[in-house]
Structure formats: C-alpha cells, structure tokens
C-alpha cells in the first residue's frame, strides 16, 4: 500500500515536471518571435538609419581624397615653381658668367709707344661700361701691358698711361672713378713670346678683369 503511493506521488511529479517544461519552452519561443518580429516602423527607421550613416561616411570619405588631392597638387604646384626659380636663377647666372667672360676676354691694344685709345676700341670700352652699369655690385680693375722694348721704369710708366687712358674712358661714360682701378704691369706679363712686331702688337695691351666689392 505504501508502496503504490509513492508510486503514484512519482508519476504525479513526473508529469508536473513535464508540463511545466513544456510551458517554459513556448514562453521562450513567443519571447525569440517577439523580439525577432520589431514593427515595420522600427526596420524602416534603423534601415534608413544605417543608410545615411553610411552616405555621411562615403561623403567624408570623398571629401578626405578631395583634400589629399588638393594638397598633392599643391606641393606639385610648390615643386615646379621652386624648379623653375633655380632653373631662372641658374640661366641667368650662365647668362652674367658669359658677360664676365666677355669683359675678360676682349682686351684693347695701342700703337707702340702710345696710349690713347684707338678708335675700334671704343665700342668694346662702351660694352664694358654697359655692364658695369648694369651691375653696380662689382669694378673692374684695368691692367696695362707693353712689349719688351725700352726699360723695365719706361715700360711701367708707360703701361700705367694706358690704364689710365682706358680708366678715364670709362669715367667719361657715367662709370664713378671708385668702381675703377689700374695697375701697370710693364713687359712683365707678355701675352706671347717672339721677336717681331707680330708678337709686339700683342703684347702693348690693357686687360681687364671684373671684381666683386
């Protein structure tokens, strides 16, 4: 007897059991649809949401190349402005560094024992004062040279006549008398070695050589 009741208190506790399973595992299943199932309203509103997050991206995304754009060019812009400018500075400092090679070269020569200038040597005097006048940042210093004849004392007074001669041409041309300086080499500085009036002709002459201040 007391057997058959605690068998039948086990069958009674066994179907509660099931049951009450049962009722907590259509109440999760509702609560799962209830949470899956949001209102139409609700997805349309979260849809249009990420959209529009989604386009504020893409637009600050377009505008960061933009950007990144704008300022490559710019540095590019910077580059070839700055290549130009040494390309301007370099042509025109080959440009002066002809000229001065210009001074340079082009000497004047004088009749034997003399000193003026002779008349095809003016111009090239003029040229000289052309570009001192255009670069007031450097004189020009005049060497005067004669041949081997005569004394070494003649030879220095008489190179010393004909800078002077070439300084005062120049002065006569609107360059300042301080932007000018002579100095007499006599026979001391041949520009050719010989004996005749071929190497002589060469050699009774003034140099001129450009100095910066």
Known sequence: MKRNII???LVVFAFSSIFL???CAKKQVVTEEKQVKAPPKEVAKV???????KEVKEVKEEVKKAEEAKIEKLKELEITKKREAEAKVDEEKAWQERRIAKVEAEAIYFDFDKSFIRL???SVLKEKADFLKDNPDVYIRIEGNCDERGTN???LALG?????????FLISLGI???RVETISYG??????SGYGEGAWAQNRRDDFTVIAK
């Open 7 to 9: 068998i039948a208190a």
């Open 21 to 23: 399973l049962s009722s």
């Open 47 to 53: 849809e249009k949401e990420k959209l529009a997050a």
């Open 120 to 122: 095809e040597y003016r």
């Open 153 to 155: 004392e003649y030879n």
């Open 160 to 168: 010393e006549r004909r800078a002077n001669s070439a300084a005062k």
């Open 176 to 178: 300042s008398p301080d």
């Open 187 to 192: 026979e001391e500085r041949p520009l050719t």
